[in-house]
């Protein structure tokens, strides 16, 4: 069974740093490409980050380009989003989602997490 | 403001059927497949139609979707009370983003 498990959300203070991880299991995990992706309290989905498998690419959403890192250690089937300079718009959960590949703009997400909650508030 | 376009709510009695649209550009929609997922309050989003109009296994042919030009749908059809929740559409855009669609609530009455 496919399972993606976040963890490391917490409340955090503007301009403070926290570190997602996603631990992986139930396939292949170094042959899939991952994404972080957020809702907001009462707002609707927002993709994060984008990884593939290899590491080779790595996109981000103007929102946060600059402040988070994605990055994956596949020999642990981990994914990981570093969150520096967090704002109060930042606060929301966020999941680690996996993308199925299929071909260049024809990919989907296959697979959730249950999320991980982060609040930036003072 | 999402980059995709989708109705912020839609209802129908049990049985009937339901559209929601989704609107986008030519860089998104207009060149690359549509997703839609459906979110269930307390629980995570799941996928429910794929490449437009592809259903994992698992999702009943009641839910169906089309894709014309800069515009996608997602059909519901014999509503069930089971399948209120959020429902997003999403694609790829030339930008080098995922784009989503705010979110269309669904009710049944």
Not at chain 1, 26 to 46: C, H, I, T
Not at chain 1, 63 to 83: C, E, H, P, W, Y
Not at chain 2, 12 to 18: D, S
């Amino acid at each position: 069974e496919v399972q993606l498990v976040e963890s490391g959300g917490g409340v955090v203070q503007p301009g403070g740093s926290l570190r997602l991880s996603c631990a992986a299991s139930g396939f292949s995990f170094d042959s899939y490409e991952m994404n972080w992706v957020r809702q907001a309290p009462g707002k609707g989905l927002e993709w994060i980050s984008y990884i593939t498998s290899s590491t080779a690419l790595i996109y981000y959403a103007d929102s946060v380009k600059g402040r988070f890192t994605i990055s994956r250690d596949n020999a642990k089937n981990s994914l990981f989003l570093q969150m520096n300079g967090l704002r109060a718009e930042d606060t929301g959960v966020y999941y680690c989602v996996r993308e199925h590949s299929y071909s260049y703009g024809e990919n989907w997400f296959d697979a959730w997490g249950q999320g991980t909650l982060v609040t930036v508030s003072s | 403001q999402s980059v995709l376009t989708q109705p912020p709510s839609a209802s129908g009695t049990p049985g009937q059927r339901v559209t929601i649209s989704c609107s986008g550009r030519s860089s998104n929609i207009g060149r690359h497949t549509v997703n839609w997922y459906q979110r269930v309050p307390g629980t995570a989003p799941r996928l429910l139609i794929y490449k437009n109009n592809q259903r994992p296994s698992g999702v009943p042919d009641r839910f169906s979707g089309s894709r014309s030009g800069t515009s996608a749908s997602l059909a519901i059809s014999g509503l069930q009370s089971e399948d209120e929740g959020d429902y997003y559409c999403a694609a790829w855009d030339d930008s080098l983003h995922w784009v989503f669609g705010g979110g269309t609530k669904l009710t049944v009455l």
